[in-house]
């Protein structure tokens, strides 16, 4: 069977380099297996994204070579779609509405990962309907998650262990104000689209169990996962939108296509110098045994022009 990848960005903004990185692992990954792209909008948040920049977005990646077979519908058409989802579960009867307040999720006395992240307590799960009919506004929805263990077979990070009842509590699946969250539409959509690897980078790695999770529960596959590493500005900082400099409408009017092609190669482990390279030569010798695994620092110098 060829492999499906997928290439999910939000448009809320001009791509940035850590963007067009996984996009070309995807890429890569599939081609090299004679495989098929799917393009997907996630603009779940239509305050910050926009048709222009999905616009946009499409222009860049076409310009980088980066082509998909086919693009699936964005995620700010799909609430219907989501919403028989959310049944589904309701009708498991692993759903029940919360209150919690996001200063109380986020207050020191909560407990909370050693990176920060909140583990939700399970405050609002034994609620009565009276203690409910307290609350003056509309809940979000969690759906309860079992005490056990996913293991997650990662193509760059290895293997790692996840217990949802100990690393995230119930999960969210619709906020309070009806928008359906990213781990729901995510799961839909790439089962749905019939999706077999997600390439996305490292920090989303937490997501997989989650998703694994509602994959068991929608009765979808779960696909192979690759976590990329991140590449760092020269200060250290992950790359991200608010990086103008290193976005694609400055790149383009310094470097050719294959130059920046070639820069991105060299982050990964394909090439051992950032020199301009067409994606034929590296579709041809793709692996991911090649692909690095920690963070990446990006030398400005190799993208000055």
Not at 92 to 111: E, F, M
Not at 184 to 196: H, K, M, P
Request: net charge neutral; glycine share 8%.
């Amino acid at each position: 069977m060829k492999p499906v990848g997928r290439f999910a960005p939000t448009p809320s903004g001009r791509m940035h380099l850590g963007n067009v990185f996984a996009a070309l692992l995807a890429w890569l990954s599939v081609r090299s297996r004679d495989g098929e792209l799917v393009l997907r909008m996630e603009d779940l948040d239509t305050q910050r994204t926009s048709g222009e920049f999905a616009r946009i977005l499409r222009e860049d990646l076409t310009w980088l070579g980066l082509t998909w077979d086919r693009e699936t519908p964005a995620q700010s058409t799909r609430g219907q779609v989501y919403e028989q989802y959310f049944h589904r579960l309701e009708e498991l009867g692993l759903l029940y509405p919360c209150y919690c307040t996001r200063s109380r999720l986020h207050s020191a006395d909560a407990p909370h990962l050693s990176d920060g992240t909140y583990v939700y307590p399970g405050t609002c799960r034994h609620l009565t309907e009276q203690e409910r009919a307290q609350f003056h506004r509309a809940p979000a929805w969690r759906v309860l998650v079992p005490d056990r263990e996913w293991v997650v077979r990662d193509r760059v990070q290895g293997e790692s262990r996840w217990n949802l009842a100990r690393d995230c509590g119930d999960m969210v699946v619709r906020r309070a104000d009806g928008i359906y969250v990213y781990q729901l539409a995510v799961t839909v959509d790439d089962g749905e689209s019939g999706v077999t690897e997600v390439v996305r980078g490292m920090d989303l790695l937490s997501s997989a169990p989650r998703q694994m999770y509602l994959q068991e529960l929608f009765g979808f596959d779960h696909p192979k996962y690759a976590h990329v590493p991140l590449l760092t500005a020269p200060d250290g900082r992950r790359l991200s939108k608010r990086d103008k400099d290193l976005d694609l409408g400055v790149l383009r009017q310094n470097l050719r296509g294959e130059q920046l092609i070639g820069v991105l190669a060299c982050c990964a482990g394909l090439t051992e110098k950032p020199e301009a390279i067409s994606l034929a030569e590296l579709t041809a010798e793709f692996s991911w045994e090649k692909i690095r695994r920690e963070p990446v620092y990006l030398d400005p110098k190799w993208i000055t022009g």
